[in-house]
């Protein structure tokens, strides 16, 4: 028995061997009996098969040869070449997804991972699961996507894997716009993870900043800032590129979104330069989409540049992992600039067709968009087609529970209607910004005074 097998033969939990034991002389028609020979006891076998006792490697080579089936049968369950296969085609599947090739990525990964589980190849499962929930995921499947990375981020020994489907689950709820679960499900992992060695992981960072824009999307601004900050200064002391650009890039999202807008330009250039380095080109055009998204907002706001960077974006995205939805993004992000500079009639276009490919899909994105079709219809004069359409983006993040989007929808609707003189529509229309924030009016007690 060689080095491998002999350091697999004390990892293999008994049981699966003793299975696996008893399958091999079945499968052969032996009895218990057959099996010992003159080598062991028949109460030894039947303690081997019900997983009672690890043999040691020479009785293990002795009941292999006995049985006429190789070691490596007894220990993995098929053939060492088997089980290279399987992880072969796993590593297709990922190099797949890595190109774009989603359909063909998901068919790869169900296929080794059925093959994983059918040769007891437990290994591997978690890995080709995890793809496949990916693949999903940017196929605009989001809920199918939650269903595959539930069981993943549910067991505790599944390592740095575990970690990267936390971050996949906490933003595919955040996507689906099930905030609360996305916060409880990363608070839960990164708890379980303090302490660990996994903490000091590029990961650990990703995932808490994860759980920070979910707390963000909320309305939890306070907690979002904490949970980032911490994330930095954890980045900072592990000097990874990786793990500080995700913090940066985080960071300089939520001062953009408190409205320091021209505070987070820098923060988000620091992360953009820190990830170029590496090679994860969805998340950097990610970055890139950001940037051009801040730009947009300044005053006056920097349409070349921010064009520019939604072009290299768009390449970007096209040549990674990106799906439907992330190329969605960036044309939202075209149809501002095209608002911004005058094109009206193509920026409505653009956010229709936005729209169209995200109602299903991403319901905040999909909200967003109507609302820019309502900017562009308003910006045309039409006031009751632009209220329809903030009207419309309300509904879908009403449906969601999307609070914080709604109250934003609910304030830009207040303030079309108070520019064109429908005061009582206004004055509605901010009553409901206010409660989608939470705010109810408290019973008030009126002293009369008699003079």
């Known amino acids: 028995m060689d080095a491998g097998d002999a350091g697999l033969l004390y990892e293999i939990h008994p049981t699966e061997l003793g299975r696996r034991l008893r399958a091999a002389r079945l499968a052969k028609g032996w009895t218990q009996t057959d099996l010992a020979g003159d080598l062991v006891s028949v109460g030894y076998i039947s303690r081997l098969e019900s997983g009672q006792r690890r043999p040691n490697s020479t009785v293990l080579a002795g009941l292999a040869a006995r049985l006429d089936v190789p070691v490596d049968s007894l220990l993995r369950g098929e053939s060492a070449r088997e089980h290279d296969e399987t992880k072969l085609a796993i590593d297709f599947a990922e190099l797949a997804l890595e190109s774009g090739d989603f359909l063909e990525a998901e068919a790869r990964a169900r296929t080794a991972r059925d093959q994983a589980i059918d040769r007891a190849f437990h290994d591997l499962v978690p890995r080709s699961q995890f793809i496949v929930a990916r693949c999903l995921e940017v196929q605009g499947s989001i809920d199918d996507a939650i269903l595959e990375l539930e069981p993943l981020v549910d067991d505790r020994d599944g390592g740095i894997l575990r970690i990267k489907a936390a971050i996949a689950l906490s933003r595919c709820l955040r996507e689906s716009g099930d905030l609360t679960k996305a916060i409880d499900t990363g608070e839960r992992v990164l ?111 920097e349409v070349e540049s921010a064009t520019g960077h939604l072009d290299l974006a768009d390449v970007e995205l096209r040549q990674s992992s990106a799906g439907a939805i992330d190329l969605a993004q960036v044309n939202l992000s075209r149809a501002r600039a095209q608002l911004l500079v005058g094109d009206i009639s193509a920026a409505r276009d653009l956010a229709g067709t936005v729209y169209g490919a995200a109602r299903d899909r991403a319901p905040i994105l999909a909200a967003d968009a109507k609302s820019l079709e309502g900017q562009a219809w308003a910006a045309n004069g039409a006031i009751d087609l632009a209220s329809q359409c903030f009207r419309e983006a309300v509904m879908v993040l009403t449906g969601v529970g999307s609070d914080r989007h709604a109250a934003q929808q609910w304030f830009e609707l207040a303030g079309l209607l108070e520019s064109v003189g429908e005061l009582d529509a206004a004055r509605d229309a901010y009553h409901s910004a206010a409660a989608s924030t939470g705010l109810r009016n408290r019973s008030m007690v009126v002293r009369t005074v008699h003079v």
């Open 191 to 301: 708890t379980e993870l303090a302490g660990t060695p996994l903490d000091g992981a590029d990961e650990a960072v990703q995932l808490a900043v994860t759980v920070a824009a979910a707390y963000y999307e909320r309305g939890d601004t306070g907690q979002a800032v904490r949970t980032c900050r911490k994330a930095i200064d954890k980045a900072e002391r592990m000097a990874s590129p990786q793990a500080r650009a995700a913090a940066y890039w985080n960071a300089s999202m939520l001062e953009a979104e408190r409205g320091a807008v021209r505070d987070a330009i820098p923060l988000a250039e620091r992360a953009l330069a820190l990830l170029s380095d590496g090679q994860d080109g969805r998340n950097l055009a990610r970055l890139r989409m950001e940037l051009a998204n801040m730009q947009l907002r300044l005053d006056p706001p």
